[in-house]
């Protein structure tokens, strides 16, 4: 068993930390494996079942869906990078991590989080022109440019997010080997590093709200023109129509930005009234609450979608 470090000392670059999962909980943690658990498995079935779909079904290959295909690949990405470490650190309680794998962990987490803010934008916009100029619509967004589009974001993911783990790396001592957290955040390895971390608090800023600040802004301008374009429509069913198509969208950026921004705040402005185990449990629940509900979202939804699932249930079933 590892022993707690005594309160003036420090250790030099470790070669692991230990994760304690959502520390005050003790034992009572690994009931929460009930919570994550199901939500993994839905991540899964859900975005493994849409991707195939989307794949199989030649109908299906439109930039809206193909779009929808990237956001459950990255979907599925983000929810494996963090629910196995996660499920076994709440069932068998505290396990080490190598140094390097936490380093690899963080900038996945971070990574995959900056593209499926850059996808929801991007959907959003797919959205604007589809409502706003339908008839161009077909020229304007193409499967090639979708491709494009798909590529830029995860390279510029890759520069933003590599800065993390690089900026961690360049520090030789920390406090302590045990990291308070069911993940290797950015912040929860930066509070056990010894030296000035002020480059690191500064960069974690400015990329949060830059990010996301530059997504929603382009999300809402896109809804934007999508309200004034339903505006015009002569009839009341014709603007139901059109704001349908977007409804499945719009419960998806709920989904992620309301938990992320809640998360956010409390971990910003609430370390002094928010408990830690409670901002590290909305930090895990924002991670694996959106690519559990999005697939759920768009089956439901979509009617395309959802009648290529039932007809593949359907035939299975007629089989037996």
Known sequence: MTEAPQPNSTFSCPTFFILTGIPGLGGV??????????????????NGALLAVVQT??????????LLATLAATDLSLATSI?????????LGPRPVPYAACLVQMFFVHALTAVESGVLLAMACDRAVAVGRPLHYPILVTKARVGYAALALALKAVAIVVPFPLLVARFERFQAQTIDHAYCAHMAVVELVV?????????????????????????????????HAVLQLPTREARAKAFGTCSSHICVILAFYV?????????????????????????????LLPPALNPLIYGARTKQ????LLEIFTFKKSQF
Do not use: C, E
């Open 29 to 46: 943690q690994a009931w929460l494996t009930l919570v994550f658990g199901p939500m993994y498995l839905l991540s899964l079935l859900g």
């Open 195 to 227: 030296g000035n971390t002020q480059a690191n608090n500064l960069y974690g800023l400015v990329l949060s709200l830059a990010v996301s600040g530059i997504d929603i802004l382009g999300i809402t301008g896109s809804y934007g023109l999508i309200a």
């Open 83 to 91: 629910a196995p470490g996660l499920l076994a650190v709440l069932w």
């Open 259 to 287: 938990p992320g921004l809640f998360s956010y705040l409390t971990h910003r402005f609430g370390r002094h009234t928010v408990p830690k185990p409670v901002h590290i449990l909305l930090s895990n629940i924002y991670l």
């Open 57 to 66: 079904d030649s109908t299906l290959h439109q930039p809206m869906f193909l």
């Open 305 to 308: 979608i959802r009648d290529r």
